[in-house]
């Protein structure tokens, strides 16, 4: 069946440096959608990215979506400890969405 | 706005034995969604509801799970019985049904961490 591939599966950083995650689709996605999920919590929506190589800004987070709407990513600028939790895409087929295996970030202070 | 309700938050049973979990919406919310979220996993769709009809049970493994929504807001999954592979987090969504847009953004419940030995 269709899978949405997700990279790394954890990172550690200092905070202060910048996160990256990606991820990857092997067909075509009617859009994708970011959720964070802290520990111990559940997902909670960030964003929705629908258009070829859409780019939208939520404070330190940019999200991409490529030209073929097949990747995406979330990017970190200046890491904070509140930005620990487990990042996940969620890529849409369908009407279908399939949600990637998540990066688990932690921040050192 | 009240969030996803969901009872109970955690469970423990013994293999074989039957559970049940519950799920509130938010109002207003039409479609309904349930989850299973393996540790270190991405939830995985069980089962979507527009209302109390079935949009998508493509991987409910029907011969232990089933779930309703008889009166198209509160719904229930049941497993009987289960497996040791069945111990998971169950989320719970919801979210405006997609009319105009390509979709709307889901909101989750706190889920119920099922324990299985």
């Known amino acids: 069946g269709q899978q949405v591939m997700q990279i790394p599966q954890y990172q550690h950083v200092q905070e202060g440096e910048d996160f990256t995650t990606y991820c990857n689709s092997s067909t075509t996605l009617s859009n994708i959608q970011w959720y964070k999920q802290r520990p111990g919590g559940h997902p909670v929506f960030l964003i929705q990215?629908?258009?070829?190589?859409e780019v939208k800004k939520q404070k330190r987070l940019t999200f991409q979506f490529g030209e073929a709407k097949k990747n995406s990513s979330l990017h970190i600028t200046a890491t904070q400890t509140t930005d620990v939790g487990t990042y996940f895409c969620?890529?849409?087929?369908?009407?279908?969405?399939?949600f990637g295996q998540g990066t688990e970030l932690s921040v050192k202070p | 706005e009240a969030g996803v309700a969901q009872s109970p938050r955690y469970k423990i049973i013994e293999k074989r034995q039957s559970v049940a979990f519950w799920c509130n919406p938010i109002s207003g919310h039409a479609t309904l969604y349930w989850y299973q979220q393996i540790l270190g996993q991405g939830p995985k769709l069980l089962i979507q509801?527009?209302?109390?009809?079935?949009?998508?049970d493509s991987q409910l493994p029907k011969d232990r799970f089933s779930a309703e929504r008889l009166k198209g807001v509160d719904s229930t999954l049941k497993i009987q019985p289960a497996k040791l592979e069945d111990s998971a987090v169950y989320l719970c969504a919801s979210s405006f049904p997609s009319v105009t847009r390509t979709s709307y953004e889901q909101y989750f419940g706190p889920g119920t961490r099922l324990t299985v030995t």
């Open positions: 969620a890529g849409r087929y369908w009407g279908k969405l399939i």
């Open positions: 509801f527009q209302n109390n009809g079935v949009v998508d």
């Open positions: 990215l629908v258009k070829s190589g």
